[in-house]
């Protein structure tokens, strides 16, 4: 446990669950958490779910009522992730004049990302309703005193215009609408911050990535120090050929990139599907998504104060097969 001052609020931040609540449970009992009243809490702590509760897993209906009943009961913060944002999108009717039916299309790749969230709901429609309504109270990012939350990429300039337009930093329905737009404004806080930045290949090239889809841009780091090549900025499951990542970085793309200095406060994110011993990226990045509906695992940090991350402050449950096993 985490030596914690007096009088010091003390966070314990989770990542991508995709309905893996069974783990979720056991993760929170290792971390001292207990139910009490049907609620898990903690005398002490307070999780921060950094969004996608939902998709793909088998408990994803599970999952969403325990973390919504821990953050209306006060024991849990949450931020939205791209899969609830996907969610409001692909069930939101487009208005009059749209040339799609739907905020998110009705594609195969989309349909194939929600399909199992739907399955779990098919026969509580009103229900999936309501937590599409919470959804709108998800903030897209938390700035709290000492460190900092957001699902996929901490975009300064973004985060300081959205929150002039909405102070809670929850977006609405009229937001959702204007995000189909990519080069909008809307479309470019959701992208960013939900899905992080991204920077076309060179030369036209384009990669297929291991989900077998092809792809013409790669999702970058918003923290790079100096870059020199491709390969020094690449943020995401699949490498880049080697290629491509050996090839010098232009002085154009460099100028693309984001920013997020040492001396920032910490910054937590998921979303990225990450593999091996979770440990801090930088002394203040850490991303928590270590791909736990993918036979991975489900990653906290627990959070007392310091600026500068800790490895020792990781925690973690080893995804057992039984909880992202096809349903019966």
Request: aromatic residues 10%; charged residues 25%; neutral net charge.
């Amino acid at each position: 446990m985490p030596e914690l001052n007096a009088g010091q609020p003390a966070y314990d931040l989770i990542g991508d669950i995709h309905g893996c609540a069974q783990t979720l449970e056991i993760l929170l009992h290792q971390m001292g958490y207990r139910k009490r009243q049907g609620i898990w809490q903690h005398p002490s702590r307070q999780v921060v779910f950094l969004g996608d509760i939902i998709d793909r897993g088998p408990r994803i209906r599970q999952s969403l009522h325990l973390v919504r009943d821990m953050v209306e009961h006060g024991s849990a913060l949450i931020v939205m992730g791209n899969h609830e944002y996907n969610a409001l999108a692909y069930c939101t009717r487009s208005r009059p004049g749209s040339t799609q039916s739907h905020v998110r299309a009705h594609t195969e790749r989309n349909q194939r990302q929600i399909r199992e969230t739907l399955a779990e709901f098919e026969h509580h429609d009103l229900e999936w309703q309501d937590f599409l309504q919470w959804f709108y109270t998800l903030p897209l990012f938390l700035e709290m005193d000492g460190f900092r939350v957001v699902h996929a990429c901490w975009n300064h300039k973004l985060i300081r215009q959205f929150r002039d337009k909405f102070p809670d930093g929850c977006m609405n329905e009229d937001f959702l609408h204007a995000s189909m737009a990519d080069e909008s404004f809307a479309g470019k806080v959701t992208d960013h911050l939900l899905r992080g930045t991204d920077m076309k290949l060179p030369d036209g090239l384009a990669i297929t990535s291991k989900d077998g889809f092809t792809r013409r841009f790669f999702r970058t780091k918003f923290w790079a120090s100096n870059p020199e090549t491709y390969g020094d900025i690449v943020f995401q499951p699949d490498p880049l050929p080697k290629d491509i990542a050996t090839r010098p970085l232009p002085e154009a793309a460099r100028g693309e990139l984001l920013s997020y200095g040492r001396g920032e406060p910490p910054v937590f994110v998921g979303h990225y599907w990450m593999t091996g011993k979770p440990e801090p990226i930088t002394p203040n990045v850490a991303c928590l998504d270590y791909s736990a509906v993918k036979y991975g695992k489900l990653v906290a940090y627990r959070w007392s104060g310091e600026q500068q991350l800790r490895q020792e402050n990781f925690v973690w449950v080893n995804v057992d097969r039984t909880d992202v096993s096809p349903r019966a």
